[in-house]
């Protein structure tokens, strides 16, 4: 209670105006409405038509299925929580954080070395689906697991001190990062694979910023971290020598997944195309958030059905269309508007900066691969993606409670 109340009171008046519009837009599609309102609403026809049949209607909520809007904003406690308790953290236990998803990023990695190699779905813990060679780790989507890493890859380069060349840390560090780049690879994720262009260009530029400094004169002339960079580069480029040398192997793994950036598929477009007749059908209500799936099957056109479901809209833009109307896309506006505020903001610290970039590379990367999937509807990514928005908000004191003072000095 004291945490939340702090929040409200200590923390910055947009990210808790923004925290608040968050958890309002489900809440307050779960509002009853009396028969004369949520009959007139766009795409309420089959909902009403069904209602009629066993009696006159009753009140109902502004979403089409209460039940999945509940589950969504029950899905919005642990990500609010870690916001509302993130903000007071220092700067020390941020990295702290760090290192620990970086910890989680290394043990889904290791899971996902028995899936690759095993047989018989070994250590697969959604076996509903099977993809032979595939590396999933905790997650049941490969796309999110590509997207978890490259988040944990970006905490990585971003958030960890340097170390000495070669010392212990620096060697655990390394292998981290090589063991998650080889992951990323072996998830066979098309955008995960392109994301990875984030934390390797941070991890240069930090390289040749700690080196300018490391010159400037009056300083002292360590450039421990720009021999490390010299030989990461050089490590890097015999891993691409070797990578090459492999996916020349017919039937390799690596030739798999070039082979997955020469897949033609039309299948996105297709969803994508029915589900802006849905969006359209239920502007600028809304079906309530959770209900892509609910309104898709009605709309989805003969043509375009398959043995395959759906699920998603495979572009969050459109699915929150569909979802939330106009409200949903403004408060998805105004967050990337406070992210770039809080990222600048943020720049202009020396001791934040870097975690700033982390940050803001998490939620680009998010942001980036919502064109094509849906990583903020995965718990784990969205708790992330909080986590991102801890690194970019600027800590703040924690004012204990006069309760709280007079128990300490007890």
Not at 252 to 263: G, K, M, P, Q, W
């Amino acid at each position: 209670g004291d945490v939340i109340w702090g929040f409200v009171t200590k923390a910055p008046k947009g990210l808790v105006a923004l925290v608040i519009a968050t958890i309002a837009l489900p809440a307050i599609q779960l509002v009853p409405l009396p028969p004369a309102v949520w009959t007139t609403l766009p795409g309420r026809e089959l909902v009403s038509e069904a209602v009629n049949m066993f009696g006159a209607p009753g009140w109902r909520a502004v979403t089409v299925n209460s039940a999945r809007t509940l589950v969504a904003l029950i899905g919005l406690v642990v990500p609010v929580t870690i916001v509302a308790a993130g903000v007071f953290l220092s700067e020390d236990a941020r990295q702290r954080i760090a290192v620990a998803y970086v910890a989680l990023g290394v043990a889904s990695v290791l899971l996902g070395a028995f899936q690759v190699m095993g047989t018989n779905q070994v250590g697969l813990l959604y076996p509903e689906n099977p993809l032979p060679g595939v590396l999933f780790g905790f997650f049941a989507n490969r796309n999110s697991v590509a997207v978890f890493l490259v988040s944990c890859l970006l905490l990585l380069v971003c958030c960890f001190p340097p170390q000495r060349l070669l010392s212990p840390r620096w060697t655990v560090q390394f292998l981290s990062g090589v063991l998650m780049v080889v992951a990323v690879v072996l998830t066979q994720s098309r955008t995960g694979i392109t994301l990875l262009s984030l934390p390797f260009s941070l991890a240069l530029l930090r390289t040749f910023s700690q080196r300018s400094q490391a010159k400037r004169p009056g300083q002292e002339q360590d450039l421990s971290f720009g021999r490390m960079g010299r030989v990461g580069i050089i490590l890097a480029a015999a891993a691409a020598l070797g990578l090459a040398s492999v996916a020349a192997i017919p039937g390799s793994r690596l030739d798999t997944v070039i082979a997955r950036f020469e897949e033609d598929t039309q299948r996105r477009p297709e969803i994508w195309e029915n589900a802006r007749y849905s969006a359209e059908r239920f502007w600028p209500a809304g079906a309530g958030m959770g209900n892509f799936d609910e309104v898709y099957q009605v709309d989805e056109s003969l043509e375009h059905i398959s043995i395959r479901r759906a699920g998603r809209a495979h572009n969050e833009i459109l699915e929150l269309a569909i979802e939330a109307g106009p409200f949903g896309l403004i408060l998805l506006a105004a967050w990337c508007i406070w992210a770039l505020s809080a990222g600048w903001a943020a720049m202009q610290d020396e001791r934040r900066r870097w975690q700033a970039l982390a940050g803001g590379g998490i939620l680009l990367a998010s942001a980036l691969q919502s064109l094509l999937d849906f990583p903020l509807r995965n718990q784990t990514m969205l708790c992330m993606a909080a986590f991102a928005v801890i690194l970019l908000a600027p800590p703040v004191r924690f004012a204990q409670t006069p309760a709280h003072n007079e128990g300490a000095t007890a």
